[in-house]
């Protein structure tokens, strides 16, 4: 099982990108040892049996009935930025200045990358056309509603994983 839902949909991301190869293993024809787990879910599965898992995974993550939860999983967790546009939605309605483009703070929340680079402190203060100090306080309003986002959507999808078994229904819902 998986410790938390947070750690199987970071374990489902990676396995996501990585391909599939047909070949025989190097490590294993050189008698190298396969990367220990203590999953005993992920114990003997082939290349394409993770890939199978992975995937089921991922499924849950996009059938929550929500779009903004199911598009924070997507985002955060699958690199898929399609539907960024819900979050930036739901955020921008509760704001009183709605006039401002908070997209730079919400892909910095979710740990996006431009090309190979984080999202670093000038880029937002550029996007934002404002100051550090105006920054900071910008920061902490939509770091604060991306935060029960986050919590909302780890919720609902930790309640689908502990129901499939890949989760322990006792385990804590970590934020």
Known sequence: MFYSAESALQWAGEVRTTPIYNAPSTNRMCGKPQRATQND???????????????????????????????????????????????????????????IDFTMLILAYIGAKIGSRKITQKMIRDSLYCGSSKVAEYRSIIYSKMDKIHFQSISEIHDKMAKAGLIAESAEVIC
Request: aromatic letters at 8%; proline letters at 2%.
């Open 41 to 99: 879910i992920l114990i003997g599965l082939n290349a394409k049996d993770r890939h199978l898992q992975a995937s089921n995974i991922y499924s849950m993550a996009i059938n929550i009935k929500d779009p903004v939860l199911q598009a924070y999983l997507r985002c955060k967790y699958f690199d898929d930025y399609d539907n960024l546009s819900r979050i930036v939605s739901r955020v921008h309605v509760s704001l009183t200045d709605r006039s």
